[in-house]
């Protein structure tokens, strides 16, 4: 049965939700990457080792328990306001990913954090705070998922036959929030009275597909560069679908387009200091014995 929506008051418990979702996205992102870089990456089933891994499974659980809240999320609020939230992962997951690696988050990625979450609430106070109920016949969803399916196995392709290079992990993290984003947006069509087994369907089938490239991005790639990546692709495929193909309301006057664009400028910029890498330094001694120096410990 499809979720209640459009209730009064339901936007802001949709945002409510959408915030607690990003807690656990960021929890299992962090769990993901470190599990998928831990495991054999050196074996051709690489991909398959990380089923025996434990913290694999409780990132596995807190991605599905983000989801339920998230597609709670998509019933009570537009999909081109709820799924922009989803920036924030990224920012709870800096000092969750500092605090299992051993180490303090730096004055700069937290002004670089402040950033992100500045831009991101410019670009949410220009989105649609409507919530109109999609009616989406068959065919469009067919031809959506087809569109979607073509585009993504073309950039994992892609990124594929480029592996080796830095930018590889990022084309496959494009690819996996491109079916983030379309999973979301037939996520909301399955919850708000759309032909359910369809859209519900095609949901599953494009979040379970982005998981798995992910994953992918996340071992050749390690948390930073592909997790920002996703943080901005998805929404911005949301978006457009939201607007496009679910008649999401959006005012494009002037004003609200510049503070939009100046919002996604400062949330881009934030992600992109959080993305670099950090800077080693290297601890010596001397060994008395041999009497020459070596490399003890080095601190990132």
């Known amino acids: 049965m499809p979720l209640p929506v459009a209730v009064p008051g ?17 929890g299992s992102a962090v769990l993901q990457e470190r599990e998928s870089r831990q495991a054999d990456s050196g074996s051709p089933t690489a991909g398959w080792s990380v089923l025996r ?20 999320a998509l019933a009570w609020g537009p999909l081109s306001l709820i799924q922009p939230l989803g920036i924030l992962t990224l920012v709870l997951a800096l000092p969750l990913g500092a605090r299992m690696a051993g180490r303090i988050v730096t004055r700069r990625e937290w002004v670089a954090a402040a950033a992100a979450v500045g831009g991101l609430a410019a670009v949410l106070s220009v989105a649609p705070h ?34 080796g290079h830095r930018i590889a992990p990022v084309i496959h993290a494009v690819a996996a929030a491109v079916l983030f984003g379309a999973g979301s947006g037939m996520a909301r069509v399955a919850v ?5 087994p369809l859209a519900a369907a095609v949901a599953v089938l494009g979040s379970v597909s982005g998981l798995a490239v992910a994953q992918r991005a996340y071992r050749a790639g390690g948390l930073g560069a592909p997790l920002a990546t996703i943080n901005l692709a998805d929404p ?10 679910l008649g999401e309301p959006f005012a494009a006057t002037p004003g609200r387009v510049l503070l939009g664009a100046a919002g996604l400028l400062a949330t881009a910029a934030g992600i992109g200091a959080l993305t670099r890498p950090r800077p ?21």
């Open 192 to 196: 708000t009275g759309g032909p359910f």
């Open 236 to 245: 911005l495929t949301a978006v457009i679908i939201g607007v496009v193909l």
């Open 130 to 163: 409507g919530a109109p109920t999609p009616h989406l016949p068959a065919a469009v969803i067919l031809t959506t998922a087809a569109v979607v399916a073509t585009g993504a196995a073309g950039l994992y392709a892609l990124g594929t036959r480029m592996q």
């Open 280 to 300: 080693s330094h290297v601890i010596v001694a001397a060994t008395p014995a041999a009497g020459k120096l070596e490399v003890v410990h080095v601190v990132r």
């Open 10 to 26: 339901s936007v802001g418990a949709a945002v409510v939700l959408a915030l607690l979702s990003t807690v656990c996205f960021a």
């Open 53 to 72: 891994r434990p913290r694999w499974w409780i990132a596995v659980g807190m991605t599905v328990a983000g989801a339920g809240l998230h597609i709670t």
